[in-house]
């Protein structure tokens, strides 16, 4: 039975040198790379003060749609979900 390693991307959204995954591919048959858009990180603080700025958000999916091209590069998939990560991750 193949070994399955599942990798939680949160703030490093590089490939490249990318510890966690590089540490999984060398041990596991199957790296599945997973990243949680957190509603937490949205919104506005109780000063009604946002939270993330326009720009950062736009910034973030960018880097989450290059990274998920990164690893399509390499043969993996990067699953992508919006929840609590404590609540959507399996």
Known sequence: M??????????????RDHAPLRYA???FDQVVPVYCFDPRHVGTTMFDLPKMSAIRARFLCESVQDLCDSLRDLGADLVVRRGKP???LP
Request: no cysteine; hydrophobic share 45%.
């Open 2 to 15: 193949p070994s399955t390693a599942l990798v939680w991307i949160r703030n490093d959204l590089r490939v």
């Open 25 to 27: 591919a060398d041990r």
């Open 86 to 88: 404590e609540t959507v």
